[in-house]
């Protein structure tokens, strides 16, 4: 089967049963990948013409703009024309399963707690990516979003308490500093896009601070000069946290700047008073040309697309992580 590489004009031949991934790695195709099981979405490419198995790649508003699918995970079944992603924005972290010992665990809001590791191997990662952290037997499992950056020493994970949620109810009485637990990881392709010079819109509501703060300090401490504009979502003032984090970071940095909003604000409050959707409407009528990444939950996270492709983003330059329920 023959595969014509978009943007890159490159032609390539799949040999029968081997997955579009495989094809692309025989012929030095440049591609970011790292689960290789279909978890991590960091293979997702688009497929322009013919017939290619394997499961969908895209949630919701990206459906409607073509069919997506994982390399990693699809078969060709026809000879086909496929577009990969950014071609100088290849990252490949292979995804490890590494013991981390918890080194802190403390409140940064009534129903938020910062977690923190130490892994003794490295573990590499780009800013906005998560791991899968068990916190016991296997359905112990979840993902969480690293908050800091890979030169951190420490591994740092904001978790909202989720009411009766099977696993974070537990954590206050169940996590032990000095005990160990077990990473996988990093998956997620809503990584940082270093090679632009393009203004970036941030959005995170709750614990998807955690995500866009590693984008925002990944951007500023690599020295990006691009304007960085954070809006960042809570229901009322004791929602929010982080604010001194962002504080130092603006203070720091002249290139960085944000906004906090808040829907459930009394009347007086200093804040924006609406969704994060409101504000991106009120103060960025023209997002043409811009990076947009958006962390949070699913609802949220949907409609800021929407909202953000209506005023001229390209969907393909929006770059999502929706904190989607665990199945398990
Ligand atoms: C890629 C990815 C990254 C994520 N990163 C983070 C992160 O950095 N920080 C973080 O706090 N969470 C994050 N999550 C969510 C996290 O993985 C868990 O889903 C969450 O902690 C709830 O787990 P639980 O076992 O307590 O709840 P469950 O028992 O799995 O769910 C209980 C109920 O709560 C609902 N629910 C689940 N999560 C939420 C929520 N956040 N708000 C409201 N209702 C909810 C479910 O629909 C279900 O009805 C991420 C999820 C994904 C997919
Ligand atoms: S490498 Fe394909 S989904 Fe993770």
Redesign the pocket.
């Known amino acids: 089967m023959e595969i014509l590489i978009k943007p890159t004009n490159q032609t390539i031949l799949a040999s029968a049963g081997s997955t579009l991934l495989d094809a692309f790695l025989e012929n030095q195709i440049p591609i970011s990948y790292s689960c290789l099981s279909g978890r991590c979405g960091t293979c997702r490419c688009k497929v322009i013409e013919g017939s290619v198995s394997g499961p969908s790649a895209a949630e919701g508003r990206l459906a409607q703009h073509g069919q997506y699918v994982l390399a990693c995970q699809s078969k060709v079944d026809s000879d086909s024309v496929i577009e990969i992603p950014e071609v100088d924005e290849i990252i490949t972290h292979p995804t490890k399963t590494l013991k981390a010992e918890i080194v802190g665990y403390d409140e940064l809001a009534h129903d938020v707690r910062r977690l923190r590791l130490k892994t003794t191997k490295t573990y590499d990662y780009s800013p906005g990516q ?1 791991s899968n952290l068990t916190f016991w037997r296997e359905d112990g499992t ?4 690293m908050a800091g950056v890979v030169e951190d020493d420490i591994l740092e ?4 308490i ?1 009411p ?6 537990k954590l206050d009485s169940e996590i032990k500093v000095g005990n160990a637990i077990k990473l996988n990881g990093p998956l ?1 392709a809503s990584y940082l896009r270093r090679k632009n010079s393009d203004p970036m819109l941030c959005v995170a509501t ?2 998807g601070l ?2 866009i703060l590693s984008i925002i300090r990944g951007a500023l401490e690599s020295g990006m000069s691009n304007d960085i504009h954070l809006i960042y979502g809570a229901r009322t003032e004791i929602d929010l946290y982080g604010i001194d984090v962002l504080d130092a970071l603006a203070n720091k940095y002249d290139n960085f700047r944000y906004t906090i909003t808040l829907d459930h604000a009394p009347k007086a409050s200093a804040y924006f008073q609406g969704l994060v959707t409101e504000a991106i409407a009120e103060y960025f009528p023209d997002l043409k040309n811009w990076r947009i990444y958006l962390a949070g ?1 699913p609802a949220m996270v949907e409609a800021a697309s929407l909202a953000c492709t209506k005023r001229g983003a390209d969907i393909e330059q929006i770059y999502a ?1 929706a ?4 199945g398990v």
């Open positions: 998560f979840r993902s969480y979003s994970f904001h978790i909202r989720v009766n949620g099977r696993v974070t109810s997620g709750g614990t955690a995500p939950a992580d904190f989607y329920p665990s």
